[in-house]
């Protein structure tokens, strides 16, 4: 059974730091595509940032460039997201998704529950 | 950027077909997903591909991609499948969720 568990959430000040972890299990995690994808409260989905099985390619929504890095750890099937210079509009639920299929014509089949990420003071 | 555009809300009555577009630049040269996401949950994979169901998705999910809309509809729509139902598709690398459209049964 393929599972995403996510840790890591949690109240931090605006300007903090914070790294998200996400644990998959019941699939060769080296074989996808991975991402991270965000609920603010009350609202829709946003796509964060992508990494491609190496590790090495990644990609990101405008508004976290320069600010979050996604890795991967392919020893240990974990994902991470670290996110630095927090904001207000950063406050959101986050998932991890699996994307079957690869890049561009790419699906997310499998979610984690979500971690909660607050940044306030 | 790329943007999807979908109605917010959506109601049907019970039994009956709702229909839930999604719209953006020549949306039908691209691969679109569909995802159901009931309160307090996390999202849900019910379209792929623009007209493919995942295993354990019922039959009345449906969905096609042609021009500039997507659209998913639900046959037969039970009291179940009231949610908020989001699109997805790729611009280059990265991805582009639609608004959410909240689908009410009543």
């Known amino acids: 059974e393929v599972q995403l568990v996510e840790s890591g959430g949690g109240l931090v000040q605006p300007g903090g730091s914070l790294r998200l972890s996400c644990a998959a299990s019941?699939?060769?995690?080296?074989?996808?595509?991975m991402s991270w994808v965000r609920q603010a409260p009350g609202k829709g989905l946003e796509w964060v940032a992508n990494i491609k099985q190496d590790g090495i390619e990644k990609y990101y929504v405008d508004s976290v460039k320069g600010r979050f890095t996604i890795s991967r750890d392919n020893a240990k099937n974990s994902l991470y997201l670290q996110m630095n210079s927090l904001r207000a509009e950063d406050t959101a639920v986050y998932y991890c998704a699996r994307v079957d299929a690869g890049r561009v014509v790419g699906y997310f089949d499998y979610w984690g529950q979500g971690t909660l990420v607050t940044v306030s003071s | 950027s790329y943007d999807l555009t979908q109605p917010p809300s959506v109601s049907v009555s019970p039994g009956q077909t709702a229909s839930i577009p999604c719209s953006g630049d020549?949306?039908?040269?691209?691969?679109v997903c569909w995802y159901q996401q009931k309160p307090g949950q996390s999202p849900v994979l019910v379209i792929y591909q623009d007209t493919k169901r995942p295993s354990g998705i019922p039959e009345r999910f449906s969905g096609s991609n042609s021009g500039n809309t997507a659209t998913l509809t639900i046959s037969g729509t039970q009291a179940m499948d009231e949610a908020d139902y989001y699109c997805q598709a790729w611009d280059s690398s990265a991805v582009v969720f639609g608004g959410g459209t909240k689908l009410t049964v009543l």
């Open positions: 020549k949306l039908g040269d691209k691969y």
């Open positions: 019941g699939f060769t995690f080296s074989n996808y595509w």
